[in-house]
């Protein structure tokens, strides 16, 4: 099993129950993204703003023009 392959369980904070299988590579990147683009005061951002800003961070390798960057 390579890298890329490896899944890990994530659960969605807005629906109750609800888990599915991501890249955990994918996740990793995404979250570092994250980490960089939410700001440490409030307001905040909008899930919309959040989507919009997180893709210049993403690695173009794993998500090409953005792809799959609002899973």
Do not use: C, H
Request: no cysteine; charged share 25%.
């Amino acid at each position: 099993m390579g890298e890329m392959d490896e899944k890990i369980t994530i659960r969605n904070v807005n629906v109750s129950g609800y888990s599915s299988k991501v890249s955990k590579v994918m996740y990793e990147v995404m979250l570092q993204a994250m980490w960089k683009v939410i700001p440490a005061t409030v307001p905040g951002l909008t899930q919309t703003e959040n989507r919009k800003t997180v893709v210049r961070y993403l690695s173009e390798n794993l998500f090409p023009g953005g792809a799959k960057a609002e899973w």
